[in-house]
């Protein structure tokens, strides 16, 4: 199923979560990198990949992404980059 698209200028605000922008550090090297790629190349490259009707709803691809990233770039386990995820 496809992944629902995170749409970055998006007014619409969600009253059971708070927005993450004000209280992260906007010169962080992970924000920055965060701003200057350009999701939609991975949306189009991976989202051939989701198939409609077909098991669960996918998580977006830009998550997804970010936390391969991660791990990569950190040399992390695939269960140490969710944990905190799986914490709260």
């Known amino acids: 199923m496809q992944p629902k698209k995170i749409i970055k200028?998006?007014?619409a605000k969600d009253l059971f979560?708070?927005?993450l922008t004000?209280?992260?550090n906007p010169r962080h090297p992970l924000f920055l990198l965060a701003d200057r790629?350009?999701?939609s190349v991975f949306e189009e490259a991976f989202g051939s990949l989701y198939v409609d009707g077909v098991g669960r709803p996918g998580l977006p691809i830009r998550l997804l992404v970010g936390l391969h990233y991660l791990k990569h770039?950190?040399?992390e386990s695939d269960e140490s980059v969710v944990e905190p995820?799986?914490?709260g």
């Open 9 to 11: 200028d998006s007014h």
């Open 37 to 39: 790629l350009d999701w």
């Open 73 to 75: 770039a950190y040399g």
């Open 17 to 19: 979560r708070s927005r």
């Open 22 to 24: 004000p209280i992260l």
């Open 85 to 87: 995820a799986l914490a």
